[in-house]
């Protein structure tokens, strides 16, 4: 089985997040592998934020999310910061790029989770994970029985993702090895 987690990650904490999720996963023998949309400003964020520069070049190096990345797993894993309540424009060309495997529904049935990080509230990014989920609705895939996660960023940048990351990988690779039970 394999999950492919597709992140948009500007300071490295949506990196950090989509890393220990694929070790859970990969700790149950799941083939997970991590792959960033293309951000061809992300050096810009680079130059103007400490923290981004912090984990600039393994971001960079991520191979990039396409369309036959999607094709090649059995489940789809997204995460993308919070702008306004909805994904990064990065994140929307990428599922907008996706079209072609719209018309054929030819993901229909995969598993999918989906998870956020913000600096505004929690309810901000519940709802840049919800437009995610909408794209997810519309391709037909099976949503993985488990409540998004939501990074909460402050001002005192960088905060990296606590403890609580791993108990929260932990629980979603457990739920995502389960049998689809026709849900």
Do not use: C
């Not at 987690?5 to 859970?24: D, K, M, Q, T, W």
């Not at 719209?102 to 600096?119: D, E, I, N, P």
């Not at 996660?149 to 403890?163: A, G, K, T």
């Amino acid at each position: 089985m394999r999950a492919n987690i597709i992140i948009h990650s500007i300071s490295g904490n949506l990196y950090l997040i989509a890393s220990s999720f694929a070790e859970a996963l990969k700790e149950r023998g799941i083939d997970a592998r991590i792959y960033g949309v293309s951000d061809p400003d992300l050096h810009l964020a680079a130059n103007e934020k400490r923290e981004a520069i912090e984990y600039y070049e393994e971001i960079t190096a991520l191979p990039e999310a396409t369309a036959e990345k999607l094709q090649s797993a059995d489940i789809i894993i997204l995460g993308t910061p919070s702008r306004f309540g909805m994904p990064t424009a990065e994140m929307k060309a990428f599922l907008d790029s996706t079209w072609p495997l719209y018309t054929r529904q030819v993901l229909k049935g995969r598993k999918f989770y989906a998870f956020a990080s913000t600096t505004v509230g929690e309810e901000d990014g519940l709802r840049a994970v919800s437009g995610l989920y909408r794209w997810a609705e519309m391709m037909q895939l099976s949503a993985v029985p488990y409540e998004p996660y939501v990074h909460l960023e402050n001002e005192m940048m960088p905060q990296r993702p606590s403890d609580m990351i791993d108990s929260v990988a932990s629980r979603l690779s457990e739920m995502v090895v389960l049998p689809d039970l026709g849900l």
